[in-house]
């Protein structure tokens, strides 16, 4: 039996609609198929823009899932859902379309990504994070830092899809603490995506596209943790002063990097692509973590 049919089998003794029960569920967590791991991934989405424009950025993306194992199920962290002072996880059947941006083309706002929810693995999650309490939610949907990626990547929208949300008010080092208890679910069939930008700033964003040199300082920096494995240097990535504060006057959208380098395994490799600073301030680079071979 295929992993997704035996997931649908076992939980539909349980799980109607809206969002399923934790308690119901936590047993599944050990019962779901294990599998050889699966890479985490870090896409820098930039503009909304890039889930209908046929682009270098979305071509890569669309590179990237084509040679992805297939996953059982896709677990976002994305830059746009904080909730402060606590961590939700999307349990929802048939998550909605979040068009939570404004300003852009109609055909933007037409566009549905119609993924069917994960409760079973969304439970699951729940019970690695019980030492955050970590809550199931029904009311959020999947925001465009989810779908802007995941509709070039998997455009027919079969994969089932859920959200961990970022809590706000807890400092980076939390966060890569937290995704440490995540990378669990990439044995077990789980592709989990970061969703944000590696520089990220909204205010200086300019027409021209030409690159400030402190983006390009702070997207070299970065790129250099990465592919030397200093992550605790990523993870401190405010040290770096004014550089810092230019490249994130917010950190909602460096946060999802943190969690996608906590989702490090033994025996990974990590590839960064998409290298390059849009707008002016906007940094495009990706990585993917993978397992070495032998």
């Known amino acids: 039996m295929r ?37 985490a991934v870090f896409i820098g989405h930039g503009s909304p823009m890039n889930a209908i424009e046929d682009n270098a950025y979305t071509r890569s993306w669309k590179e990237l899932a084509a040679r992805l194992p297939e996953p059982a199920a896709i677990l976002v962290v994305s830059a ?17 379309t979040i068009h939570d941006f404004g300003g852009f083309p109609d055909e933007l706002y037409a566009q549905q990504y119609p993924a069917p929810g994960s409760p079973d693995y969304a439970a699951a999650t729940t019970r690695l994070l019980k030492d955050v309490h970590a809550e199931l939610d029904d009311e959020w949907g999947l925001d465009h830092g989810t779908w802007s990626v995941l509709l070039p990547m998997y455009p027919r929208a079969e994969i089932p899809v859920f959200q961990v949300s970022i809590d706000y008010a807890k400092p980076p080092r939390y966060h890569y603490e937290l995704a440490q208890k995540l990378r669990a679910l990439r044995e077990r069939g789980v592709l989990i995506v970061g969703s944000g930008n590696l520089v990220h700033n909204l205010r200086r964003m300019t027409p021209s596209g030409e690159a400030y040199d402190w983006a390009e300082e702070f997207e070299s920096i970065m790129r250099g943790h990465l592919e030397t494995g200093d992550f605790d240097s990523l993870v401190d990535f405010q040290s770096l002063g004014s550089v810092a504060q230019l490249a994130h006057p917010t950190i909602d959208h460096f946060l999802p990097v943190i969690y996608s380098a906590g989702m490090r395994l033994p025996k990974d490799e990590t590839r960064t692509f998409n290298e390059g600073v849009d707008l002016g301030s906007i940094s495009m680079l990706c990585f993917e973590l993978s397992q070495t071979q032998g």
């Open 3 to 39: 992993r997704r049919n035996f997931l649908q089998a076992g939980i539909a003794g349980v799980v109607g609609t809206g969002v399923a029960k934790a308690d119901a569920l936590a047993p599944l967590f050990e019962e779901l198929p294990k599998t050889d791991p699966m890479p």
């Open 80 to 96: 746009h859902w904080l909730t402060p002072g606590r961590t939700l996880v999307l349990g929802n059947t048939a998550p909605r």
